[in-house]
């Protein structure tokens, strides 16, 4: 499922840079655009990410 339409953000990708290290909302926003065009897929794309980092065993950092 794409997350972020604007710039072709999938879920699949968003756990791929979670698995590569990306631990923070800051982090897959350089990684990836996610959240930089409109910005109307911020609240699913930190869900995502707080999901990737539940199943990576890590905590969450939405910042």
Known sequence: ???CICNGVSEKAIHAEV???ARTYADLQARTGVGTCCGQCTGCACDTLADALAVQGQPC???
Request: glycine content about 12%; charged content about 20%; hydrophobic content about 45%.
């Open 1 to 3: 499922m794409y997350i």
């Open 61 to 63: 950092y939405l910042e």
């Open 19 to 21: 698995a590569d290290g």
